[in-house]
């Protein structure tokens, strides 16, 4: 078990460059989630899976946004066009899920600047 | 609409002390599950426990302890004889159904020194 691994750990751009994101979930995890963390507060949810299917994307999820998870393994978040407000840590988690019984493991996200 | 929250934004103590960190939480839902997570400077969210709304059970696991009251609204977690160590920010979140969709406070960040 090697754990949620996210890259890059550190992402500067300029405003309006694309960015794009991976996550390399714990192997037989089948869930997948996007979080976003700004400074000085707690995760937002952002989007999860569930294998290689989308189940639920938050209203924070702009159109700028896209998330894959293509064949059920890592996963790439994609940030079209930044703008400053992008700036924060994104973090990723997985999960097996068990009915109820879910717990999840977090990477250590990856911090996005936007200039 | 669920909400949680941290009042305490920052804590300080000195090693050895008790402290204990406050979390409310807001929810309709009759099943719902609460947690608490630490965020050690690396940035990686530990998870140290889940509960759900049928177990009031007070739990203890080491120098960690967790109170939680329906009554109040309330899920409190207190470390016992704080070290250095456990200076971290630590999250109280909410999720229906047990699933992974969180729903997070806002943080305590607790220091703990020599």
């Known amino acids: 078990d090697t754990g949620v691994s996210q890259n890059p750990r550190h992402k500067i751009t300029k405003r309006g460059q694309n960015v794009t994101f991976r996550c390399d979930p714990i192997s037989e995890h089948n869930r997948l989630y996007w979080y976003r963390q700004t400074l000085g507060q707690g995760p937002e949810f952002l989007t999860y899976?569930?294998?290689?299917?989308?189940?639920?994307k938050s209203r924070l999820l702009s159109d700028r946004f896209s998330a894959e998870r293509p064949k059920g393994s890592f996963s790439t978040l994609e940030i079209q066009r930044t703008e400053q407000g992008d700036s924060a840590m994104y973090l990723c988690?997985?999960?097996?899920?068990?009915?109820?019984?879910?717990?999840?493991?977090f990477g250590s996200g990856t911090q996005l600047s936007v200039l | 609409a669920q909400k949680v929250t941290q009042a305490q934004t920052e804590i300080s103590v000195v090693e050895k002390e008790d402290v204990t960190l406050d979390c409310v939480y807001e929810?309709?839902?009759?099943?719902?599950?609460l947690f608490w997570y630490k965020q050690p400077p690396s940035g990686e969210l530990v998870f140290l426990i889940r509960r759900n709304s049928f177990d009031e059970q007070n739990e203890i696991s080491g120098r960690y302890s967790w109170n939680f009251q329906k009554s109040t609204s309330s899920f409190n977690f207190t470390i016992t004889a704080s070290q250095v160590v456990d200076s971290a920010v630590y999250f109280c979140?909410?999720?229906?159904?047990?699933?992974?969709?969180?729903?997070f406070g806002q943080g305590t960040e607790l220091s703990v020194k020599p």
């Open positions: 979140a909410l999720s229906e159904m047990g699933g992974g969709k969180l729903i």
């Open positions: 988690a997985s999960s097996l899920s068990r009915g109820q019984n879910e717990k999840l493991f």
């Open positions: 929810t309709r839902d009759t099943t719902y599950y």
């Open positions: 899976f569930q294998n290689e299917a989308q189940l639920e």
